[in-house]
């Protein structure tokens, strides 16, 4: 889980889903759910960046049928994974519900890099739609949590991503 949680931040999505896989069908294998359900939202991140959007789809419906309402953790990232996909779909509405809902979820908490990650996937989102300042505003919010956490590889990206002006 932790190593391709690694590979996530290095933006490296082909090694996270070999990391993420080999622990996932693990998991599975012993009936463990707790771990699984995370493990399943971080390999559903890695298959929507390798064009995957079936399988982690799968993945998510996996999490969703796994984890506790009180897991924060794949709760937020099971949010952020669906919005992408959705917009990537087409289906906007929805995805920034989700999307939202997921910042909301995280904002509630200390988990700094999650909340982080639940604004850049609502930024995606808001992209797509073509509500460019809000999703600018929502890239400002995840760089500075980034920046108090020294998450350093999500600190260049969502620099670059601000200089882009393209979640």
């Given at each position: 889980m932790y190593a391709g949680f690694v590979e996530l931040l290095a933006d490296d999505p082909a090694a996270a889903e070999r990391e993420l896989r080999d622990g996932y069908d693990r998991l599975g294998a012993i009936g463990e759910s707790g771990y699984r359900s995370t493990v399943a939202t971080m390999l559903a991140d890695a298959l929507v960046e390798l064009g995957g959007e079936t399988e982690a789809a799968e993945a998510l419906d996996t999490a969703e049928s796994l984890a506790q309402p009180d897991d924060i953790d794949p709760q937020v990232r099971l949010r952020a994974v669906r919005a992408r996909l959705l917009?990537?779909?087409?289906?906007?509405?929805?995805?920034?519900?989700?999307?939202?809902?997921?910042?909301?979820?995280?904002?509630?908490?200390?988990?700094?890099?999650?909340?982080?990650?639940?604004?850049?996937?609502?930024?995606?989102v808001l992209e797509a739609n073509g509500s460019h300042d809000e999703a600018a505003a929502a890239l400002r919010q995840a760089l500075e949590l980034f920046e108090r956490k020294e998450v350093v590889p999500r600190v260049a990206r969502v620099r670059a991503l601000l200089r882009t002006g393209d979640p």
């Open positions: 917009a990537a779909r087409g289906e906007l509405a929805e995805a920034e519900r989700v999307a939202r809902e997921g910042v909301a979820v995280a904002a509630a908490t200390d988990y700094v890099v999650q909340h982080g990650d639940a604004l850049l996937a609502l930024a995606v």
